[in-house]
């Protein structure tokens, strides 16, 4: 299981950071995203890292912005988020797959969420 944790209410132009806590250990092969989801929209991609390098990939609109990162004794993912707009705005996902790929269906367990708002 994965359990995301961090989200708020927050002005743009500030920061907030989220992390999700897998419950068992995550293995080297694994790939762990960050997805996000606005209202009335799809689930969208936001940046992943591999488990084992640490190779990372961020979609264009977060990039320079977003920094994922692990910390692998944790089990655990983090996203850093700079410079927030007000279309950041989404419930994030965690999520845990094999493919070093942005695609909502290569992940195959996913957390609830959390909720970021960005306010202007």
């Known amino acids: 299981q994965l359990e995301e944790s961090g989200g708020g209410s927050v002005q743009a132009g500030t920061s907030l950071s989220l992390s999700c806590a897998a419950s068992s250990r995550i293995y080297s092969s694994s790939v762990m995203g960050w997805f996000r989801q606005a209202p009335e929209k799809e689930r969208e991609f936001v940046a992943l890292?591999?488990?084992?390098?640490?190779?990372?990939l961020y979609a264009d609109s977060v990039k320079g912005r977003f920094t994922i990162s692990k910390v692998n004794a944790e089990n655990t993912v983090y996203l850093q988020m700079n410079v927030l707009k007000t279309e950041d705005t989404a419930v994030y996902y965690c999520?845990?797959?094999?493919?070093?790929?942005?695609?909502?269906?290569?992940?195959?367990?996913w957390g609830k969420g959390t909720l970021v708002t960005v306010s202007s």
């Open positions: 890292i591999r488990w084992h390098s640490g190779s990372t």
């Open positions: 999520a845990k797959g094999h493919q070093y790929s942005s695609n909502v269906a290569d992940y195959y367990v």
